[in-house]
């Protein structure tokens, strides 16, 4: 029966980041996940609502809500 051993790992002289680098990351990161929830928020109303470039109506909602009535 073969017994485990422990291996210690190398220790590494270093110092610790800085914390204010991790909050930074995190607020970039954050940003960049809302500015992208924005993006897919606005093609996703303008796909709904059938706002084009060429026509900014509301056309595409209407022929959606057009068996309701």
């Given at each position: 029966m073969a017994?485990?051993?422990?291996?210690r790992p190398p220790l590494l002289a270093r110092e610790a980041?800085?914390?204010?680098v991790a909050v930074w990351r995190f607020r970039l990161l954050a940003l960049v996940a809302?500015?992208?929830l924005v993006l897919l928020a606005v093609?996703?109303?303008r796909q709904l609502t059938g706002a084009t470039a060429q026509d900014p109506?509301?056309?595409a909602l209407r022929d959606l809500l057009a068996p309701l009535r």
């Amino acid at each position: 029966m073969a017994s485990e051993r422990y291996v210690r790992p190398p220790l590494l002289a270093r110092e610790a980041p800085a914390a204010w680098v991790a909050v930074w990351r995190f607020r970039l990161l954050a940003l960049v996940a809302l500015a992208v929830l924005v993006l897919l928020a606005v093609v996703a109303v303008r796909q709904l609502t059938g706002a084009t470039a060429q026509d900014p109506g509301l056309n595409a909602l209407r022929d959606l809500l057009a068996p309701l009535r």
